[in-house]
Every structure is written in structure tokens, then in C-alpha cells.
């Protein structure tokens, strides 16, 4: 077991109305390649990987590792969630904010349902109950609509916003609600 924060990682599968979050499987990889390659999918991220060299590079269990979440809809998998630590990611941190980044990439199919909020709050649950009080960050750019109303949705707040890969850059930051005595 690997630690995540200060939990012992593979979490156990958590399940939501809809959906259940789990570690990946040898199943997942072709899913794990269709995510990767698709070119709606990499709109806001730099454009799709190229299809060989994913096919060659992509383990037999992709992403098996500590925050990585499968979003699994009745028993295909339609995405992934990440709650990945700022040190293990290049790009733009601000460690005084927050060290874990909230990430996520669904299939264009999965899109519009409501899917990725249903699974970023279980996934936020989570990491609240494991970690608590620490906050979590969330980078997107400004132009990627679909990813600033889910911001909203889930209750992030806007930190900053800055240029980065050519583009408008939004940085905000979630922080578990804490109980009133």
C-alpha cells in the first residue's frame, strides 16, 4: 500500500448514486487510451497524445497509482478523478494554498450528465474525511466553460488567475466545510 496524504492507498471503491470510484484495472486501458487520444478531451490540455506512442508507453494497468480514481458507470469506465500532491505535477503551484490538485478527464460521451461533479464531490468527500482540513486546488483554463461551472459547482474559489501554455489560467481552492461547535 501506498500512502496518499496520511491514508493507505488503494482506497476502497466508493460508490454514488450513479457511479462507483475506484482503483484501475487491466480492463480500463483501452478507455485509458480512448481518453488520452481525444482530441475533444485535449481541447484545454495541450491537444491529444498521439495513438502509438500511447498503444506502446500505456502499462497494462495504466494509472495505478495513489490518487487515481477510475469513474466507473455501470462497469465501463467513463473517466478519472485525481487528487495528485503539487510536487509530483510541473506547472504553476502555490503550496501556501494547497498541496493537492483535483483533476479530472471524462469520455465525450459521459459529457453533459452531471457525472463529473457527482464524482469530484465523492472524490473531495473523500479526500475531506482522510485528510481533514486540508484544502485542494483545481487549475483550468478560463476558456474551458464546462471546467469553470464545475469549479463553481464544487465549491472552489477563485485564488488567482494568470498565463500559462498561451492561455488564460484560473487557480482556486477548495476547503473542506469544518463543523461549528
Known sequence: MTELGSVAWPSAPIKTERLVLRQSEARDRAA????????EVG????????????ERAMPEVPERRPGVFVID?????????????????????RPDVGETELGYLFLPQAWGRGYAAEA?????????????GEPVVLRTQT????SMRLAAKLGFTQVERYEDYGAEQWFGVWSPVTPSA
Open 32 to 39: 485509458f487510451i480512448e481518453l488520452f487520444t481525444s482530441s
Open 43 to 54: 481541447t484545454y490540455l495541450g491537444g491529444p497524445q498521439p495513438l502509438d506512442e500511447l
Open 73 to 93: 458507470l455501470d462497469g465501463a469506465m467513463i473517466g478519472r478523478v485525481t487528487l495528485d500532491p503539487h510536487a509530483d505535477r510541473p506547472g504553476y503551484i
Open 120 to 132: 469530484c464531490a465523492a472524490a473531495l468527500d473523500w479526500f475531506a474525511d482522510a485528510n481533514p
Open 143 to 146: 476558456a474551458n466553460d464546462r
